[in-house]
């Protein structure tokens, strides 16, 4: 074979290998890439007074970013670094070689949520249609503002209160620490926080006084009928 015909084919070569390169390596990289924190829906700051700039930079600065580290850690080598955040907590649930796995995994997700739940001047009470699911399922706004209030400060210890959908009906429910109502079937609408460090550098012992003055100040009704249209 003469030289020129191999230096040829070797040009050639090359060149398709450098096109296949890009088709192969983004799948690749996005297989293994980390799980990311998502961005804050709005400033730190924009919360105060209800919840303080200074809870949000160490809740979700160091706590929340703290469980996609952990997460991130956990999963990378194995085939979970495959999966996405809701399939990572639905595989782990209840599994108990992956406690660590699960409770990051759902921690990272349930204050994606949570922030998502409430906006700067929100709060009140929900557009009509999704005023009128709470009225056929709760009998009335004030009955189930009642009920989520009571489920967030009656949880003992650590823990979330949510609204989710449940055999298609409206419904309150509480988890205690990580856990989240998409492990048992249901559809999470709306989240509020209520382990300590949600509520302690602004209201100390105090989380019935958090947990109104979320509801009446910072619940977004828009992401929650959002949620709970899609
Ligand atoms: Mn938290």
Sequence with gaps: MPASALTRRHVLLAAA????????????????????LPPLPYAENALDPVISATTVSFHYGKHHRAYFDNL???IAGTPLADQGL?????STAGASDKTAVFNNAAQAWNHSFYWNSMRPGGGGKPGRELG???DKDFGGFDAFRKELAGAATS????GWAWLVVADGKLKVVKT???DNPMTQGMKPLLTIDVWEHAYYLDYQNRRADYVNAVLDK???WDFVAQTAAA
Excluded: M, W
Excluded at 17 to 36: D, E, I, M, S
Excluded at 86 to 90: A, D, G, K, L, S
């Design 132 to 134: 009128e699911r709470i």
């Design 218 to 220: 910072l619940v977004n």
């Design 86 to 90: 809701e399939q990572i907590i639905r």
């Design 176 to 178: 205690g620490n990580a």
């Design 17 to 36: 290998g450098a096109a296949a390169a890009p088709l192969l390596l983004p799948k690749r990289a996005l297989a293994a890439a980390p799980l990311a």
């Design 72 to 74: 991130n850690k956990l």
């Design 155 to 158: 949880q003992f210890g650590s």
